[in-house]
């Protein structure tokens, strides 16, 4: 495959993010943060608990609002497009910018075919052979066809934490996102289906724009082209999340430039 | 030394927890002791009072004991009715006063059964939950996923009230607002106070089963960009299915014991009847009307509509309990 043709099959998204600013009703919990992800790259999250990377990231496709006080100031661009921009619906957000949480979620009502076709329906696809299709693909794609093909009418609760968290990223990819949001994905599971998911993570990248949050330093230095290191403002009286690096996560494992990375990297914090 | 402290805190601990344990113990006992003595009770004196006709029967006046059901065409009742000596008997002394023979009420025999009772029971709850499901489930849903709207607290207060209010102001309501407009006790106005009972438990054991729901459940629905409505329709409410059923049955149960609010509003009615714009028979009406009565054997049918009552409620918490465990057997 060429690099040509492979443009074409998979377009290259872009996210630009300027002075971001989360709120909690009237708690600022992070200061204003400038990031740029880069087409087809995996760019990590990672700080100490608490220091807003969970916030920042649902801050990107708009499920922050979700929360009924919060709110958001700054911009944040999916190419040219404004998410934030009131012409914009919030749902078609979340369409094209998926999201995958800690806790492996299976609708517990429906099955392993039906936790994929749901999201596709909502697409407005109906007709049974494209959806039997589109499932099929998305489960391939997520590395879990072979192991629930022959049980898709039974409930997604029938699968190992492993396989539910890669049946939502199947959910996930199965609408055909332009970037897709990890927070902590692996945290809840055992190190097998950590592996797995990790490989996923650098297949997925050949197709899409990758941002994950992870407290699991190894993980980032495993799968991240670049890093964002989050801190916790100490000197605030209310804690306060400061972006305070972000660099190709060799730069920031090798030589960062912030003490306080430094700190965090060896331990010495968090 | 460090270790011997320890083991004498560990033999406090364990006196506490025993003494602890035992209270609670008894405290269920306390607790269990009476329902089972009621159950068993009902179950033993109501139980011997059924048979076929009990169940396939409407009401008929009592006969005594000896006269084989025979029915004096013309009244409609017994033809030697409650033992009086209806001949007028030899009178020695012309004005000597008229004594009847004092009735034996113990050697009447109640005849016919509760059918009407029993299809009362069932259309005028089922006819009230008809109205109290989409009423309570609404605001249910509203309750628990809009909890911070202003509206919400409102209607969550009134909830509250109306859940404890006693049963007979509902039948008050019930008889002014219904009764006296439409000019007749009814059952339908009997099924819109058993509704007034039932909301309230429907639309808070929904908000309590929604709200078990883990938040992370509705970002999922959300984050496949899913609206708001879309996600508590097909995700939400589903996932609380169990918890909302089981709640509906109760309200049913609850309903169909329900005695004050249909006392003042279906009447009773000694005839079979489907018409729920007619008054209507209800089993809770029935055991309070036999009670009330002079005859021990109608007293003793009171214990049989007692017993039919707490068959349904039991069987209706039965198939509570089937119903939860089957959805979480994961089928
Ligand atoms: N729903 C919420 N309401 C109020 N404050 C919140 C909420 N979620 C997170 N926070 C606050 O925002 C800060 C950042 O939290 P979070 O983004 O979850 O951190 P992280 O994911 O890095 O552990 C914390 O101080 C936390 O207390
Ligand atoms: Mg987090």
Known sequence: MTVATQAVAHPAHRMTVRQLTPFYGKRQAVQAVDLDVRPHEILALIGPSGCGKSTVLRCLNRMHEAIPYAHVAGTVKLDDTDIYSPRIDATLVRRKIGMVFQMPIALRTRSIYENIAVGLRLGGIRSKGELDGRVEQALRDANLWDEVKDKLALSGLALSGGQQQRLSIARTIAVVPAVILFDEPCSALDPISTLKIEALLLQLRERYTIVIVTHNMQQAARVADRTAVFMVEQSAAVPLGVLVEEGTTDQIFSTPKDSRTEDYLSGRVG | ?331
Request: net charge neutral; glycine share 10%; proline share 7%.
């Open chain 2, 1 to 331: 030394m460090t270790l011997q402290t320890n083991m004498l805190n560990y033999g406090g601990r364990r006196v506490v927890d025993r003494t602890l344990r035992g209270c609670t113990v008894v405290a269920t006992a306390i607790a269990i002791i009476p329902l089972v003595l009621i159950i068993g009770y009902v179950l033993v004196v109501g139980g011997s009072s059924l048979n076929v006709a009990f169940f396939t029967q409407t009401y008929m006046p009592p006969v005594p004991a000896d006269s084989g059901g025979a029915v004096d065409p013309a009244t409609g009742l017994p033809a030697d009715f409650a033992g009086i000596d209806v001949s007028g008997g030899t009178l020695a002394d012309p004005n000597a006063p008229v004594v009847p023979a004092e009735p034996d009420l113990t050697q009447i025999q109640a005849q016919g059964g509760v059918l009407h009772g029993i299809v009362g029971t069932l259309l005028i709850t089922l006819v009230g939950l008809l109205f109290a499901l989409p009423i309570g489930l609404m605001a249910g849903i509203f309750l628990a996923e809009y909890p911070s709207n202003s509206l919400a607290t409102g209607i969550r207060f009134c909830c509250d009230v109306l859940s404890g209010a006693p049963s007979i102001v509902i039948g008050v309501v019930g008889y002014t607002l219904l009764v006296q407009q439409a000019r007749t006790y009814s059952g339908l106005a009997g099924a819109v106070a058993i509704t007034f009972l039932m909301v309230p438990t429907i639309a808070r054991t929904t908000e309590e089963m929604l709200k078990l729901v883990p938040h992370a459940v509705r970002e999922a629905a959300m984050a496949m960009g899913a609206p708001k409505w879309y996600g508590t329709l097909t995700v939400v409410v589903p996932t609380a299915l169990t918890g909302i059923v089981t709640g509906a049955l109760l309200a049913f149960a609850r309903g169909a014991g329900e005695t004050a609010p249909l006392l003042l509003t279906i009447q009773g009615n000694s005839n079979l009847s489907y018409d729920l714009l007619a008054p209507m028979a209800a089993l809770p009406l029935l055991t309070y009307k036999y009670i009330e009565s002079p005859f021990p054997a109608e007293n003793q049918l009171a214990w049989g509509t007692a017993f039919v009552l707490l068959l349904l409620v039991l069987g209706v918490n039965l198939l509570v309990r089937v119903v939860t465990t089957r959805i979480k057997g994961g089928v």
